[in-house]
């Protein structure tokens, strides 16, 4: 087996590791909270960085207005089986396939991942804008429109009197260094074949 072809079969089974290790992590820091409120987002469910702080992110979110976390979402079902599905094509490239193949599950991921954080990025934004006008407490902008509380995609932002973190995690990583080693396969295997037999 050509060395491209052992990297590009790595390359695909990387993914995998996103079910076992979270994918992104979400912190809320605050004065009134000693130790910061915190979530895991993982390819199939939501959990608790401590005990009950998806609880106690719902009960804060409730005062404002902000929808509860839900227990599921859509993505819960696809995403794993877009992975699976995807992890599948590599195999069979690596096996089967020649370098230009390499390129073309690279593309795919490259695709697939940018709509996974696009997504993500609209459940922030609705999750955060989206408010219940019968809200307990309500907060608006200078220009008084109505304030969001939406938290960052990727990075750290202050919202009101909580600093918000958000940040991927190691099966993020996984995700990344498969795509990544993808790319190297590509790069090997249009190497070698430049090389006269």
């Known amino acids: 087996m050509k060395r491209s072809n052992i990297i590009m079969l790595i390359a695909a089974l990387l993914p995998l590791g996103l079910f076992f290790f979270p994918l992104w992590k979400i912190t809320l820091e605050a004065p009134q909270y000693p130790t910061p409120l915190g979530m895991y987002i993982h390819i199939n469910d939501f959990s608790d960085v401590h005990p009950h702080d998806i609880k106690n992110i719902n009960l804060m979110n409730h005062y404002v207005g902000m929808k509860y976390i839900p227990e599921a979402?859509?993505?819960?079902?696809?995403?794993?089986?877009?992975?699976?599905?995807?992890?599948?094509?590599?195999?069979?490239?690596?096996?089967?396939?020649?370098y230009k193949w390499f390129l073309f599950w690279f593309i795919l991921m490259i695709l697939l991942s940018s709509?996974?954080?696009y997504d993500f990025y609209l459940w922030e934004h609705d999750y955060g804008h989206d408010l219940d006008p019968k809200a307990i407490m309500k907060f608006t902008n200078p220009d008084g429109s109505v304030m969001g509380f939406q938290p960052p995609l990727f990075g750290s932002k202050d919202i009101l009197n909580f600093r918000a973190h958000s940040y991927p995690m190691l099966g993020a990583f996984f995700l990344g260094f498969g795509i990544?080693?993808?790319?190297?396969?590509?790069?090997f295997g249009k190497k070698h074949n430049k090389i006269p037999s």
């Open 73 to 98: 979402i859509p993505e819960f079902k696809i995403f794993p089986i877009g992975i699976i599905i995807t992890t599948l094509i590599g195999l069979i490239i690596a096996f089967k396939g020649n």
């Open 115 to 117: 709509a996974g954080l």
């Open 180 to 187: 990544a080693a993808s790319f190297i396969a590509y790069l």
